[in-house]
């Protein structure tokens, strides 16, 4: 799934390497602090192989240093599974086949995936920027799953990881094949990531938990991914509202919100002294908060049923206190869901899809690009999305790409393809399927 950016900048096979480094001894955990986990990590460098003519070269006694990327065409025949764009035509793909990251908007690609991984095994993908990226992977067995986090800080060139504390998932493998990927994932959900800064990021994701509903299981790494933060969730689903899924995102270590369904938990001192509040709105709509400015947030929350009325609302507080707004967004011939991306107070792009059912705010059917420059008050019709079920995620304006989409009913929304474009939405290009 796409990792949405609201800075503007979204085992199994033997293998050999040729750097390993023994795991650290988890650090002890304060009474009253959170436990601190450093796991067993291995470091995998992929070693410089000598010139194919003339005399061979000594190699060093210590690690080799990583080969350079290679980067080629895309290699044709993938399933796109997830994106994460952050920057313009800058961006990493997980694919049935890779991993997979460009910079020059699709025309080469590097893949990057750690050596002895597969992509069935691969829950979640995060990245800051073309160096730093993090990969999330599951190991399943009877009654337990064991959650692997990935880092690379040279753009995949090397690989470190970290076990978190095994996880005991709901149903256990008398329900399904433990050595099916496919059923496994079924039970062992996405995992998902928030980069704060390239040294503070979270990753999240949700256990079935019986018929109680979701339990959370939250980590946060103040170092760049070594060593991991187990983070109580206490948060329960408003009254009345639907669960939802759990978003994290942090604007800074000490400032930032979770959302659970149209309710928002702040904090401006870090994880755990929170201000709870409902948004001015039962839509439900995830993503929702962007961060325009360290005193200025903006909530998406939706079309309005059977109109062209879409609301939103602002805080000039870091969420403490919200105001609801409304702008009119443009009708499009029985048009039924809209979501916004904020590139700045003025500068929206939205999308605005069609039904192809009759359930309400479905992002199912044919979608259109719109953008304004003035806070929502005007609209320009860009053109058409490339895909039935498609979302845009936009990193400035002009620059957006389009693929799987996790928020459409439609199965398959995307149908494993990844698209571009570099002028709003009027036109798109294929770069990856």
Not at 78 to 97: C, E, F, M
Request: net charge negative; glycine share 12%.
């Amino acid at each position: 799934m796409p990792t949405p950016s609201r800075r503007r900048r979204g085992f199994f096979a033997a293998f050999c390497v040729a750097g390993l480094v023994a795991g650290c001894t988890a650090a002890p955990a304060s009474p009253s602090g959170p436990t601190i986990y450093s796991g067993p990590t291995v470091a995998f460098v992929t070693p410089t192989p000598s010139p194919a003519t003339g005399s061979p070269s000594p190699q060093p006694s210590t690690s080799a240093s990583p080969a350079p990327v290679v980067r080629e065409a895309w290699p044709n025949g993938q399933i796109v599974d997830g994106y994460a764009l952050v920057g313009p035509g800058t961006g990493w793909v997980r694919a049935s086949g890779g991993v997979f990251e460009t910079n020059d908007n699709g025309t080469s690609w590097a893949n990057v995936m750690p050596p002895g991984l597969t992509g069935p095994q691969i829950r979640g993908l995060g990245a800051f920027d073309s160096d730093l990226a993090m990969l999330a992977t599951a190991d399943v067995d009877a009654t337990t799953t064991t959650y692997t986090i990935w880092r690379t800080a040279d753009g995949g060139a090397s690989w470190a990881s970290t076990d978190l504390p095994d996880v005991p998932h709901d149903p256990n493998c008398s329900s399904f094949d433990c050595d099916d990927a496919s059923a496994a994932a079924s039970v062992d959900p996405a995992a998902y990531f928030d980069f704060v800064d390239p040294r503070t990021v979270f990753v999240w994701f949700g256990l079935d938990a019986g018929v109680a509903g979701t339990e959370n299981h939250v980590f946060e790494t103040l170092g760049g991914g070594e060593t991991w933060l187990a983070r109580t969730v206490d948060i329960q689903p408003p009254a009345g509202g639907p669960p939802g899924p759990l978003r994290i995102q942090f604007m800074t270590p000490s400032v930032g919100v979770v959302e659970m369904s149209y309710q928002t938990s702040t904090t401006t001192s870090g994880w755990g002294s929170w201000t709870t509040q409902l948004l001015p709105s039962k839509d439900w709509r995830l993503p929702t908060i962007t961060f325009l400015q360290p005193d200025q947030w903006i909530a998406d929350l939706g079309l309005q049923s059977g109109s062209t009325s879409y609301g939103y609302a602002v805080s000039a507080d870091q969420g403490k206190t919200w105001a609801a707004r409304t702008a009119v967004m443009p009708a499009t011939n029985g048009s039924n869901s809209a979501t916004v991306t904020f590139l700045s107070a003025a500068d929206w792009n939205a999308t605005v899809g069609l039904p192809t059912t009759s359930h309400d705010r479905n992002f199912d059917g044919m979608a259109y690009t719109y953008s304004s420059s003035d806070g929502g008050r005007t609209w320009v019709l860009k053109g058409q999305q490339p895909f039935h079920g498609s979302r845009a995620t936009w990193i400035d304006s002009t620059h957006g790409w389009s693929g799987p989409n996790p928020w459409a009913s439609t199965s398959g929304a995307g149908n494993g393809k990844l698209y571009t474009t570099t002028d709003g939405g009027a036109t798109w290009r294929l770069i990856a399927s």
